[in-house]
Each structure stands twice: as structure tokens, then as C-alpha cells.
């Protein structure tokens, strides 16, 4: 990861808002737009109060691709082992049309993955109007999940952009597809509040101006 991929990362893993941000580094809400954004970057006295505020050292905001860090704080476990299954759990499983298992309730769709003490199992009901649940387990310990609420609203959706518009799914925004993302006549959106910990978020999908899917989204880690 670059530093305006980091930046965007661990800002919203402690849940702070471009503009509490800025507020605790003591600048403009701009500036730090502009550093996400890769269009500037912070002095020398800016790293030192990001890394204070972030809880990261400067040396890790300022090395390309280093990913292991504390997003949490006060001595916790870091979260960037879970991210890391839980984005490679998601480009494995029903984004990706693969891995799907034996249903687990009546008439459901469940897709697993696993890679050494983790495990990800999906699960849902439903279909143009759909609920379910991820959840993640280390060691055969429930330590992730995340419960998911959609429908369709118009019969252009495509299915297939949805999966596509998943499998994009970063650091910077991991609970279910990117920010943003657009690919011809149709963008994805997503917005979340809170950090991996706790979040609450909503997704939705438009072809051109008019919105043809809704899904909203709540989770976090499990303790």
C-alpha cells in the first residue's frame, strides 16, 4: 500500500471522519483530502502528529506495501490478519462464484473458505430480496461477523456486476465492496461508519441515474 491507501485505512479503523482528522492533526479537512487523494503529502511534523494520532510509527506511514500494524489501540490485538482473510475469503467465495457447500438452514446458500486457523463461512436466504451473515472463526472461535440486508429494486440488475463490484473490495474499505466503483452503465457505492471493530454501512448499485439495488449491513469483531 502507498501512504494515501494507509492514510485512508487507518483513519477509518479508529472511525474518525476526514474532518476529525483534521481537527486532531490540527489542519484543514482539505489537506487531508488531498493526501487520500495522492495529490500531496504531509511534512515531517504532519507524519509525526499522524502517526501519534494513528498509532503507527512514521517509518511503516512512509514504506511502500507494509501492512502490519495496530488499528486498534491501547495495547489490542491488530485487525490486519482478520482484514487480510476476511479480503481473501471474499475474492474465494460467492463474489467469485466459488466454494459454495451443503446448505446450512432450509432453502439457504452458503459459501467457505478456509486458510490455516481461520475459517469464513457466508450464508443467506432469499433472493431478489435477500438477509444473511458472514462470519469468520480462528481456531474454530467465532471472532468476526456480519450481518447483510438487501433487495432488488428494478430488473436491470445484473448479479454479475454486483460480484465484480465485491471482489474490489480493499483495506481502505473492507466490510463488503469499495467505496466506489463503475464499470460501463453501472456504479457501486458504499458507505460505512465506524471502524472493523463496529461498523454500520450501506451498499447500492445504479444503472445510470437510477438506483436498482439497495443493501444495508452492520457487523464487527467479536469478543
Not at 31 to 49: C, M, Q, R, T, Y
Not at 197 to 215: N, P
Request: aromatic share 14%.
Amino acid at each position: 500500500m502507498n501512504f494515501a491507501e494507509k492514510l485512508i485505512m487507518l483513519r477509518k479503523a479508529k472511525g474518525f471522519s476526514q474532518e476529525v482528522l483534521a481537527e486532531k492533526l490540527n489542519v484543514s479537512r482539505q489537506a487531508v483530502a488531498k493526501w487520500e487523494n495522492g495529490f500531496g503529502f504531509p511534512d515531517i511534523g504532519n507524519l509525526i502528529s499522524i502517526s501519534n494520532v494513528l498509532n503507527v510509527t512514521v517509518d511503516y506511514l512512509v514504506k511502500q506495501n507494509e501492512c502490519s500494524v495496530n488499528l486498534s489501540g491501547g495495547g489490542e490485538t491488530a485487525t490486519d490478519e482478520l482484514v487480510k482473510f476476511r479480503l481473501e475469503a471474499n475474492v474465494n467465495t460467492y463474489a467469485a462464484f466459488a466454494n459454495e457447500v451443503a446448505p446450512t438452514r432450509l432453502n439457504s446458500h452458503d459459501f467457505s473458505y478456509s486458510r490455516g486457523e481461520y475459517t469464513y463461512h457466508d450464508t443467506y436466504v432469499g433472493g431478489e430480496q435477500f438477509a444473511g451473515e458472514e462470519a469468520i472463526f480462528k481456531n474454530g472461535k467465532a471472532v468476526y461477523a456480519m450481518n447483510y440486508l438487501g433487495r432488488v429494486l428494478d430488473q436491470r440488475f445484473s448479479g454479475n456486476f454486483l460480484k465484480e463490484a465485491l471482489r474490489k473490495a480493499d483495506f481502505a474499505h473492507p466490510y463488503r465492496g469499495p467505496e466506489y466503483y463503475q464499470s460501463g452503465e453501472y456504479t457501486y457505492k458504499s458507505s460505512t461508519t465506524g471502524s472493523v471493530e463496529w461498523f454500520l454501512g450501506s451498499e447500492e448499485i445504479y444503472c445510470g441515474d437510477v438506483k436498482i439495488y439497495e443493501c444495508y449491513y452492520h457487523g464487527g469483531i467479536l469478543k
